[in-house]
């Protein structure tokens, strides 16, 4: 596949570099080089199967609207935008392409997700709960997209919205902890990004699956498929 990825952080290098070893040919746009979107022109994106975007929330909707009037299928891992996800996802509907995003690309956080679902009846029998977010301190969108995932679920099975608390420092790559608390006993959930290998592994795997479908899809409904 020809791949355009976005961002040259340390999760779009390491997108980059796991490309390459899936035999992938690809460019990659930093931050300086594409500036309200303005690198990606028809030029630029003609002959690209897929735009893969790890970038900040200020950039990635100019991003997703250039990919749009190209008709390129995208994969976002850039959290921070979703309050225009349904308007995005009209957009994508019309414009017939593929568009595959998420909170997080992981495997392991989409199967942490589901062990969340287990507990969050807790919420119903008896226990408070609370949620605890850490990231590097360079991330722009807090909570984080992960954590207001966790919060999400939690409210669906159980009714109760719990609070979220969020620390930006150093190097974190990705905590995240889910906390029910009662007289009698705790519950503690909690999964620990040891390197951002994980996330480059699911996009790129991700912008495998997505090649040759259209529609609008979250990476936690189709993971187990990759």
């Excluded at 225009?84 to 909170?103: D, N, P, T």
């Excluded at 705790?186 to 290998?197: E, P, T, V």
């Amino acid at each position: 596949m020809n791949l355009l990825i976005l961002g040259r952080g340390k999760t779009g290098s390491l997108v980059a570099e796991y490309a390459r070893e899936r035999h992938h040919h690809l460019r990659v746009l930093g931050a300086e080089e594409n500036k309200n979107a303005q690198a990606l022109t028809a030029a630029v994106l003609q002959g690209v199967d897929t735009v893969i975007d790890f970038t900040s929330p200020a950039a990635v909707i100019d991003n997703i609207a250039a990919c749009l009037r190209e008709k390129k299928n995208m994969v976002v891992g850039t959290t921070g935008w979703h309050s225009q996800l349904g308007k995005v996802r009209s957009e994508v509907e019309q414009a017939g392409i593929g568009f595959l995003h998420g909170a997080n690309f992981s495997v392991g956080v989409n199967l942490f997700f589901e062990t969340v679902r287990a507990a969050a009846e807790a919420a119903g029998h008896g226990y408070s709960g609370q949620i605890f977010e850490r990231h590097h301190q360079r991330k722009k969108d807090a909570p984080s997209g992960t954590a207001l995932v966790v919060k999400r679920i939690v409210e669906e099975i159980s009714g109760t919205e719990l609070e979220i608390t969020s620390f930006r420092e150093g190097d974190v790559v990705g905590l995240h902890e889910l906390i029910f608390d009662s007289p009698n006993d705790r519950i503690y959930l909690c999964h620990d990004a040891k390197s951002r290998r994980g996330y480059a592994e699911g996009a790129v795997l991700g912008a495998e699956w997505l090649s040759g479908r259209k529609g609008f899809f979250d990476f936690k409904d189709i993971w187990r498929e990759l």
